[in-house]
């Protein structure tokens, strides 16, 4: 498979976090993604660009909080993030990017 542009309008960054990290021990990894993304456009995405094979994604919604910032009332905005799971002997290392 050969990217695509629109392969790279899907995946947003990687999450860099103590939970993702934890993911890359089961073969996993996390991304944030476009809102309107489904499964099978982040599977296509992930195999094309990286070229490894994916077992599994899930995906969850974190709704954005309310905060105040200078006595203005803000909005976050919504995120969404997909956990890649990884065939074996496939690896994915996200700090050395695109």
């Known amino acids: 498979m050969s990217a695509k542009a629109e392969h790279y309008d ?5 999450v ?3 939970k993702a990290t934890l993911t890359s021990n089961n073969n996993g990894v996390v991304f944030q993604v476009k809102n309107d993304a ?3 456009q982040i599977k296509e995405a992930v195999e094309a660009l990286f070229g490894v094979k994916v077992k ?12 105040r910032f200078r006595g203005q009332i803000g909005r976050r905005s919504d995120v969404k993030k997909a ?6 002997g496939n690896t994915i290392d996200v700090e050395t990017g695109l």
């Open 38 to 40: 489904t499964k099978p």
């Open 56 to 67: 599994a994604v899930n995906t969850t919604i974190t709704k954005g909080k309310v905060k």
């Open 83 to 88: 956990y890649v799971t990884l065939e074996e």
């Open 10 to 14: 899907v995946i947003v960054k990687p």
């Open 16 to 18: 860099i976090t103590e």
